[in-house]
């Protein structure tokens, strides 16, 4: 009598590798810093003597409280420079970092919400959006107009939003796809 192996059967090996392993690099890789990247200036406008500006927003254990972290204060308004000398601040892109400064994802701030940015499936489709984004960044080097100079880095910060660390990236994709993270 011979035993046939079910198919859902998996050998300590496999699951050692691809899924014990891969949680311990992760975890090695905690807490997760979010911060903020926005335009800062002395008035309102969006003009010349405005700047951008990163502001650490906080660390989070896990993914999925960073994104939820991240997405309340969006939606309350409560990114503040702090109590320096410049008093506005307009928010454009949201970062979560892990501790060694892989991006885990990224997303741009819209109308009090986030949109996550979709992370790069594989290498190849990288370095498609590292040559896109640096095609923007040469026509913003070339720009003499200051608002189209800000609005083609922009452009390119968005694609490279997408440069989520190899690491991160299967994680980020399910986190995208989640209904709360439209």
Known sequence: MTF?????????????????????????????????????????????????????????????????????????????????????????????????????????IRAGIILWQQPVTSDAEARQVVAEASKLRGMAFRSVDPAAVRKLRFRAAILEARLVDPIWRETAADLTRLPQAA
């Open 4 to 108: 046939a192996r079910p198919d859902t059967f998996r050998q300590v090996g496999q699951i050692v590798a691809t899924t014990v392993l891969p949680a311990l690099v992760c975890a090695r890789k905690l807490p997760l810093r979010i911060s903020c990247i926005g335009i800062a200036s002395d008035d309102a406008g969006e003009d010349a003597a405005s700047f951008d500006r990163l502001i650490p927003l906080g660390e989070r254990r896990s993914p999925e409280d960073a994104m939820c972290f991240a997405s309340s204060r969006v939606a309350r308004g409560d990114i503040r420079i702090g109590p320096d000398r410049v008093p506005h601040f307009q928010p454009r892109i949201l970062l979560i970092q892990d501790h060694e400064g892989g991006l885990v994802l990224a997303g741009d």
